[in-house]
């Protein structure tokens, strides 16, 4: 799981990202539009926390993929 959208207990219906990718605007079953910042630089480095020493100490990674999250 990367994220949930906790303010959506019922649910929704629809969801578009915006043509740049910074923002997701999702629509609920209960008429609401909500917009979601989504700070990129922060989910890349999320995400190479929860992958940083598997990409280091796996010997099935490639030299190259070893360091997709050297910079974050």
């Known amino acids: 799981e990367l994220h949930t959208f906790d303010r959506y207990r019922r649910g929704f219906n629809s969801i578009c ?14 008429g609401k539009v909500i917009l979601w ?7 890349i480095k999320l995400g190479c926390e929860w992958v940083g020493d ?7 990674v490639s030299e190259n ?7 974050f």
């Open 54 to 60: 598997y990409l280091k100490n796996n010997p099935n």
């Open 37 to 43: 910042n989504l700070n990129l630089e922060s989910l």
């Open 65 to 71: 993929d070893r360091q997709l999250c050297e910079n």
């Open 17 to 30: 990202f915006s043509p740049d990718g910074q923002m997701i605007a999702s629509g609920s079953k209960d």
